[in-house]
């Protein structure tokens, strides 16, 4: 598994993930979104084999970094690529400064959530009906100092 900063050219690729792991009901991104996002936040890839295998996006232009989207194309899912790619946006968000990283995440989303507790986030606070079904979520946060990746 390789993992790197997406570049301009990368946004097809994205788009096609995007598509594939989103439904229109879970707003995916735009090619234009995208292509904001590749030259204005952090996105990073995940390749296995030659393969985009899946992305991180995490918002940078603003106090505190915002995981926007974490995704894994089905066919690579169960080998870390999820944790790998958590890890090396927390490490780069460390080295650019930041202070503190946070998310949202549905409260039925089990696996993610775990993901992000075994990774140092803790709860913040419960969101009630934050999504479109009405669904609560979870504000977690990693602040950075004690937590170690």
Not at 19 to 31: A, D, G, I, V
Not at 111 to 129: D, H, T
Request: net charge positive.
């Amino acid at each position: 598994m390789k993992l790197r900063e997406a570049k301009t050219s990368d946004v097809n690729a994205l788009y096609g993930l995007e598509r594939e792991l989103f439904c229109s009901k879970n707003y995916p991104l735009s090619k234009g979104s995208l292509y904001y996002h590749a030259k204005n936040s952090l996105v990073l890839l995940s390749e296995v084999e030659g393969t985009l295998a899946g992305y991180i996006l995490i918002l940078t232009k603003r106090k505190d970094a915002k995981l926007y989207s974490l995704g894994v194309k089905d066919s690579f899912r169960g080998r870390g690529i999820s944790k790998a790619l958590l890890q090396q946006a927390s490490k780069n968000l460390k080295d650019l400064g930041f202070q503190k990283f946070i998310l949202e995440v549905r409260v039925d989303n089990i696996v993610a959530f775990s993901l992000y507790e075994k990774n140092g986030f803790k709860v913040a606070k419960k969101l009630k009906a934050f999504y479109k079904d009405g669904c609560d979520a979870y504000l977690m946060e990693l602040n950075y100092g004690s937590e170690k990746l």
